[in-house]
């Protein structure tokens, strides 16, 4: 079946370090695939999104690539803000429609 | 603004009390989801409503009765709940559900909800 992995947490990273979370997938068909954020106490917010293959997802400085051959859609942002201490899901939804997510990855941004 | 409105934000009940989740959505979807979020765990799909129909239920406990009178609104109806039912329950709403089509969902805040 359907599935989403990423990496776990808790990610520490000072202010302006360069963040990876690594997420990837397995599915039957061709997903769409969401990067989502929550902040503290409120629920999930899309942050960004692909599509199909090669197609590169962009929002606030953040980014991830589908990559077909090795089923990844790892997210990145050059350089990290407070602002950012969220928890990030990777999500995919494929024919039917079904959100699959992953457990969640907590990272913290520090001073 | 995500368009996906909850309330109430927290509910503390006991066991043997009756309470309705609301979720209200302003995007004109016509898809709306309930979900369960624990710690540690993945999100949970609950219920799912499509053009007002039950599309979706994912051997959710018959203590969680869904209503969705309207596509714009969706309710969970909790009674008899148990400590373990304490949780992050997530509303959500995208264009359709269908099977051809991969929408993005959209969410709002959450309810805590925390059963004594």
């Known amino acids: 079946g359907d599935s989403v992995t990423q990496m776990e947490g808790p990610v520490t990273l000072s202010e302006e370090a360069f963040l990876t979370i690594n997420c990837t997938y397995t599915?039957?068909?061709?997903?769409?695939l969401f990067w989502y954020v929550q902040y503290p106490g409120e629920g999930l917010q899309l942050l960004l999104k692909a599509t199909k293959a090669d197609d590169k997802g962009s929002n606030k400085g953040f980014e991830a690539t589908y990559r077909k051959e090795t089923t990844s859609f790892h997210l990145e942002k050059g350089s990290v803000q407070v602002s950012d201490s969220a928890v990030y899901f990777c999500?995919?939804?494929?024919?039917?429609?079904?959100?699959?997510f992953g457990t969640g990855t907590s990272l913290t941004v520090i001073p | 603004e995500t368009g996906v409105t909850q309330t109430p934000r927290h509910l503390v009940m006991g066991m043997t009390n009756k309470k309705s989740l609301k979720c209200e959505q302003h995007l004109g979807h016509n898809a709306m989801y309930w979900y369960k979020q624990s710690a540690k765990k993945p999100l949970e799909l609950m219920f799912v409503y499509n053009f007002k129909e039950q599309t979706e239920n994912n051997s959710v406990p018959s203590r969680f009765s869904p209503e969705c009178p309207n596509s714009s609104h969706l309710f969970l109806h909790l009674h008899t709940l148990q400590p373990e039912d304490s949780a992050l329950y997530l509303c959500?709403?995208?264009?359709?559900?269908?099977?051809?089509?991969?929408?993005?969902?959209?969410f709002g805040p959450g309810t805590r909800l925390t059963v004594l």
């Open positions: 599915a039957t068909g061709y997903p769409s």
């Open positions: 999500a995919l939804a494929d024919t039917g429609n079904q959100f699959y």
């Open positions: 959500a709403s995208s264009q359709e559900n269908t099977p051809a089509r991969k929408d993005t969902q959209y």
